[in-house]
């Protein structure tokens, strides 16, 4: 059976400081990945998402990238946090675009 | 723990049908309660939410919900279903700008 795995599942960071979050998939292969955050008061943002190892599509602009090194494997990253990266990073994936959608158990992100 | 049931995997009504789609929560307080529609090919959209007031709230494209402390349900409905509507739809439980909890979500299908 197929499950993703997320981590950290809290994380506090100092601004400036550099972030690592990473979302990994097992028992499939070629999932559509994705990662959501959700910030006060705006629900859930569609941040990035993958097709394929080394594809990338961003939805928004931000301070944020992401990576996908490996087929089943989409990192979250920064290179100096602001306080508005605060909130709460949420993986998922899909087979495809209609496909049933599976959530990870999410990262709580603040930002002092 | 808060925790999330969605109790319907698959729903199929009529185009022009009412729709109603099932939620129940366990929350130790009151909740934050979303409702979230993935269509084919697209992210994840927010279709409405509830934070406090009125227990009946209005979303987009003619969707609405209602709160129901008594019964733990904060139940999706539709008057009238268009095909357009075809999609997955995830309920989920939190605190704005913090951690969420997904139901399994509910396929909806339209059929003429």
């Known amino acids: 059976s197929q499950t993703i795995h997320q981590w950290p599942a809290t994380l506090v960071q100092p601004v400036g400081s550099p972030l690592s979050l990473e979302c990994t998939v097992e028992?499939?292969?070629?999932?559509?990945l994705y990662w959501y955050r959700q910030a006060a008061g705006r629900g859930l943002q569609l941040l990035f998402y993958?097709?394929?190892?080394?594809?990338i599509s961003s939805e928004v602009p931000q301070n944020l990238s992401a990576s996908r090194p490996q087929d089943r494997q989409f990192i979250l990253s920064s290179k100096k946090l602001l306080l508005s990266d605060s909130g709460f990073y949420l993986c998922a994936w899909n087979r495809g675009g209609n496909e049933k959608l599976f959530f990870g158990s999410g990262t709580q992100l603040s930002v002092l | 723990a808060q925790s999330v049931t969605q109790p319907d995997i698959h729903i199929t009504v009529s185009e022009g049908a009412s729709l109603e789609l099932r939620c129940n929560y366990s929350?130790?307080?009151?909740?934050?309660l979303f409702w979230y529609v993935q269509s084919p090919g697209q992210g994840l959209q927010l279709l409405l939410k509830?934070?406090?007031?009125?227990?009946l709230v209005q979303g987009i494209k003619g969707f609405e919900a209602e709160f129901k402390r008594s019964q733990s349900s904060f139940n999706l409905r539709k008057p009238s279903v268009h095909w357009s509507d075809a999609a997955e739809y995830f309920c989920?439980?939190?605190?704005?700008?913090?951690?969420?909890?997904f139901g399994a979500g509910t396929i909806l299908r339209v059929k003429s």
């Open positions: 509830y934070f406090s007031g009125d227990t």
């Open positions: 929350y130790g307080a009151t909740p934050y």
């Open positions: 028992g499939t292969s070629n999932p559509n």
């Open positions: 989920a439980v939190g605190e704005d700008g913090n951690k969420l909890v």
């Open positions: 993958s097709v394929g190892i080394g594809q």
